[in-house]
């Protein structure tokens, strides 16, 4: 009971720690979401703690709420920390109100001997929130560019989904062992919880964005980036980024089909987390898609700019730019533009007027290499 209620007490102070941090230094969606899902964990260390009331009665019915929505926020959590073009929906919203009023339902005192009737329809779907969370943490792991986040992958993917999945089968059977199940489930929550506070408290002592939240709005595209200094090491090879940089802007690399992080590295000579940490830390780019869409668009831009290409359709223009098909070329070109590419072929060609376009360096999108 001592080690139970110890290790509960102290995830418990480390989840609103970490909370209060995260609230305290970032404005962003996957910080509030980060925080969010710490005070439902540390709601249900509470509310899992031996001797806590059960029947639940009314007035812990809030720490039901928070607890139960611990698993719409980890899946969300991971999609914000994962996946850089991730913006929050009113569905997800929508989905969170929703499994919240199931599970205060499910437990509201006045239903009596009806209650806990939902537990294993409950059950399933916050594993399959975890699953969720898992397979997102595993569909973009290999373009992602940030080393911190990719280590914080393991993490999520190894304790978080573990974590839940026992939380599962013990919901499933659970007067099976529960001394011992809430023993391991007070030490491992302590355990995953003093891990994520290492690693977010060594990454703001080592880099001004935590790893659990890197940003790369404000890295500079040039070499300058990775000057060394007396506090900032060199971490960027400069003659392999000018390298990289040629292989990209003179033999237009990205437009190759199925350029794989492997094959660029293979070309480059060098091993695959070399050549991550220069795509982000020399050209500021967290993943490997965005590195190439950043190529992609600005060769696409031009194309749709110049007036001797006006004929040329957009589907053929994306493609040979790199784009397999037209939806992600949109979707990029929107994102980096504001505009469609529709649009921007539209005023770039009424800028130009009866102008001739301009002679390139290089070979034009729909024409011959």
């Known amino acids: 009971m001592a080690i139970d209620l110890g290790c509960r ?17 970032r404005r962003d969606t996957a910080a509030r979401l980060s925080a969010a899902l710490l005070i439902a964990v540390a709601a249900s260390a509470i509310s899992e703690a031996p001797g806590f009331p059960r029947p639940w009665p009314y007035w812990a019915l809030i720490l039901a709420a928070l607890s139960s929505s611990g698993a719409v ?5 991971a999609r914000a920390t994962f996946d850089d073009d991730f913006v929050l929906r009113p569905w997800h919203g929508v989905l969170l109100v929703a499994i919240v009023g199931a599970q205060l339902f499910d437990l509201w005192p006045a239903r009596g001997m009806l209650r806990g009737d939902l537990d294993r329809p409950l059950s ?20 992602d560019m940030v080393a911190g986040r990719r280590r914080l992958r393991a993490v999520v993917l190894v304790g978080a989904v573990t974590y839940s999945a026992a939380g599962f089968f013990h919901g499933l059977w659970p007067d099976f062992g529960s001394s011992v199940w809430s023993i391991a489930n007070a030490v491992g929550l302590w355990m995953l919880l003093s891990l994520s506070g290492w690693s977010l408290f060594q990454a703001a002592r080592t880099q001004p964005a935590s790893v659990l939240l890197p940003t790369a709005d404000n890295v500079p595209d040039d070499i300058s980036a990775a000057a060394p200094g007396a506090d900032n090491p060199p971490a960027v090879d400069p003659e392999l980024l000018r390298r990289l940089q040629r292989l990209m802007t003179v033999e237009r690399a990205y437009r190759r089909e199925g350029l794989t992080i492997g094959a660029l590295s293979a070309e480059l000579g060098v091993q695959d987390y070399r050549l991550r940490q220069l795509i982000n830390e020399g050209l500021g780019h ?6 190439l869409n950043h190529y992609r668009i600005e060769d696409a831009s031009s194309a749709l700019a110049d007036p001797g290409q006006r004929q040329v359709p957009v589907l053929t223009i994306a493609m040979d730019a790199g784009f397999q ?13 504001d505009l ?3 649009e921007f072929r539209r005023l770039a060609l009424a800028k130009h007027g009866s102008q001739p376009g301009k002679p390139d360096d290089g070979p034009g999108i729909g024409q011959p290499d």
């Open 9 to 25: 007490g102290a995830a418990v102070g480390l989840a609103l720690l970490i909370a209060g941090v995260l609230l305290r230094d």
């Open 73 to 77: 926020l980890l899946w969300l959590w």
């Open 124 to 143: 399933l779907v916050y594993l399959g929130l975890a699953v969720l969370a898992a397979a997102q943490t595993l569909t973009t792991w290999r373009l």
């Open 286 to 291: 967290r993943n490997f898609n965005a590195f």
């Open 325 to 337: 098909s037209v939806g992600p070329f949109n979707r990029a070109f929107k994102a980096a533009t």
């Open 340 to 342: 469609t590419p529709t």
